[in-house]
């Protein structure tokens, strides 16, 4: 205990030593990066100077505010542009550093002896491996320590880095200092003594046990004919965890709940690492429920699960589809930091990430976390509302969660109160969505106090699923009960995958960056391409002024369940050109 007391007085020390270093002697670009030590995660103690880091370099695009505008056009469905995507290589051409941040980057680093970086297509971001000495001469103030959290374990720096002056307006951020790799969001409960009792009061006809594929397709609308049938199309779920889908698990779900329609059983690429360890809960669900809805469509699983102690696994990633020409058009990703926690500079830098990959005709959705509008507390004053990123990014689509009105039949649907939303304290709310999202603010009954979040900030979920009470087969062992955004964001991904496959049948472009068209669909007036939720609030802080509760769900748009949830043939029906 006293050593770690005296470890942490000795940190406090250096931290106030560094501050002084970092104003005296250059620049530092994510000074504003939350030190915080995430929960779950003990110090071990500093690296031995000759281990071995990875670190990222982001550097500095061009033509960043063309690229917005030309997203815009290639996902406006009233533009002339309209699934006139880029190709990867037009992508290059477009954002690529200057010659003149390639070579000052490139100097920089040679001159300290670091050599044999790999770069990417868009040439944006680069890769360079070196021992932890180096890497903190190079780097002032940067000081790398090791850290665990049950099997996993990360180097980070507790203390900010700085970089030359002259790199200022080359570089955005280094990746591998501060952000900690994701904990799993699913959760499995079991239900409560009174969910229990209420199961047995209510008769037998029409029950189900828990959200199938069956389940799903029954709600959803989706016929047996609903299934993929372009040789051209994919979609694909990632991982960051630990953690593992097994080919085995897939094959059992699918013998157990996908009788009824045409079916994949196998991952047809894995990209990355697939470990062969215990199956992770999250990494069956995700795949298992792409699979169902989006059936019969090639699935890629990304696995990046960072293999290496000092790689942020979302960051590579990211890097991979930048690297890649070819990838599938969907991706359902589960995985969310707090806002807060983050540098302005690397949200805004993988905000442009999202660009590049709505540019490319990409459609990105993520789960809206399970923490409702979140709580961030604040010593001593009144605490706000805590939006999680990427959700908060304009440039993806959200997905958020709902709950069967009667849990055991298939009926219509209520918020989920774990359901995450609200609005970004960072990103300012895209014209998309303006219309919906102050017609929702005009007339919400009820909304919380305006000083726990920000109501011009971009706002989400864009749409919801059902995110409650899954049936999930993991380790060889069906399991009930698993809830979460997790859940909600598989579901809708094979959604729009199975739409994609209609739209390349028929020779259209895939749907892209789907919030634009979603939101002006719902504006052209009545549709009944999403079920709109309009029961239920979510989570908040329990203190005095909100009482534990967040944003309510009402009719049309809102900050808990979106749109609503699809109604696939009449959402196919909308987003199928004539
Ligand atoms: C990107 O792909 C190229 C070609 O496959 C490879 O040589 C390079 O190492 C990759 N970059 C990274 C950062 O992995
Ligand atoms: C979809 O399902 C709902 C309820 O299950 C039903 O009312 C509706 O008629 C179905 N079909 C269409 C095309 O919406
Ligand atoms: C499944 O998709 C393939 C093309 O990828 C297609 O040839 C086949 O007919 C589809 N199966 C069903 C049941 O529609
Ligand atoms: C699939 O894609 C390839 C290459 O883009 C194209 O040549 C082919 O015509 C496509 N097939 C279908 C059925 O769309
Ligand atoms: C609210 O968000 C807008 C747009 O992102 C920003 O310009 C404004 O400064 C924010 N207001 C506060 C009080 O943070």
Known sequence: MEATARGRFLLAFSVSLVAWWCQAQGWAPEEDHSLQIPKGWSHVGRVAPSDELVLIFALRQQNVEQLAKLVGRVSDLDSPQYGKYLSLEELRMLVQPSRLTLSTVHKWLVAYGIKGCKTISTMDFLECVMPACMAERLLPGAQFHRYVSGQRSAVRSPVPYSLPEELAEHIDFVGGLHRFPAQSMVVNTPLGKQDMAARHQHGRAAFHLGVTPSVIRQRYNLTERDVGASPNNSQACAQFLEQYFHPADLAEFMQLFARSFGHRSQVDQVVGHQGSGKAGLEASLDVEYIMSSGANISTWV??????????????????????????????????????????RAYLERVNVEFMKAAVRGLTVLFASGDEGAGCRKVAGGSHTFRPSFPAS??????????????????????????????????????????????????????LPPRSYYN???????????????????????????????SASTPVVGGIVALINDRRLQQGQPPLGFLNPA??????KG????????????????????????????????????????????????ALLSP
């Open 302 to 343: 990304f696995s990046n699960a960072g293999r290496h102690e000092s790689q942020e696994p979302f960051l590579a990633w990211l890097l991979l589809l930048s690297n890649m020409s070819s990838v599938p058009w969907v991706h359902s990703v589960s995985y969310g930091d707090y806002e807060d926690s983050l540098s």
């Open 393 to 446: 990014s304009p440039y993806v689509t959200t997905v958020g969660g709902t709950a069967f009105k009667n849990p055991f039949r298939v009926t219509w649907e209520v918020t989920d109160y774990i359901s995450g939303g609200g609005f970004s304290s960072v990103f300012p709310m895209p014209d998309y969505q303006a219309a919906a999202v102050r017609n929702f603010l005009r007339s919400a009954p009820r």
């Open 455 to 485: 109501s011009s900030g971009r706002a989400y979920p864009d749409l919801s699923a059902l995110s409650d009470n899954y049936w999930v087969v993991t380790n060889r062992i069906p399991l009930p009960w698993v809830s979460g955004t």
């Open 518 to 523: 979603l939101y002006k669909l719902q504006e």
């Open 526 to 573: 009545p549709s009944d391409a999403l079920y709109d939720v309009t029961q239920g609030c979510h989570l908040a802080c329990l203190d005095a002024a909100v009482e534990g509760q967040g944003f309510c769900a009402g009719p049309s748009w809102d900050p808990v369940t979106g749109w609503g949830t699809p109604n696939f043939p009449q959402l196919l029906r």
